[in-house]
């Protein structure tokens, strides 16, 4: 089995940072391309953040140039560093990872349990 585990989350004031981590145990021989999604009431769940397991990365329009993705393949770890937060921002946040378990399986999508940011104005 595989384990997503996120953490960071919490209650922040509009223009605030937070740092969202998230990270993969378990049965794993590689992790392709990680990603974050979030999920506000009401709404669908949408991509946030992308990185490859060369570490390029992909931003959501909405977030770009406030929020950071990075990885850390020697950790199985993925975080999100959020700067200048604004009330659209609250949602539940989710980890995401492309795995495989071993050298002759293929990919294998995992998620994790989701951390709540919420941001006050």
């Known amino acids: 089995q595989v384990q997503l585990v996120e953490s960071g989350g919490g209650l922040v004031q509009a223009g605030g940072s937070l740092r969202l981590s998230c990270a993969a145990s378990?049965?794993?021989?590689?992790?392709?391309?990680m990603a974050w999604y979030r999920q506000a009431p009401g709404k669908q769940r949408e991509l946030v953040a992308t990185i490859t397991s060369g570490s390029n990365t992909n931003y959501a329009d909405s977030v770009k140039g406030r929020f950071t993705i990075s990885r850390d393949n020697a950790k199985n770890t993925v975080d999100l560093q959020m700067n200048s937060l604004n009330a659209e921002d609250t949602a539940v946040y989710y980890c995401n990872a492309l795995v495989r378990r071993t050298a002759f399986t293929g990919w294998s999508d995992y998620w994790g349990q989701g951390t709540q940011v919420t941001v006050s104005s």
């Open positions: 378990g049965s794993i021989w590689s992790i392709g391309t």
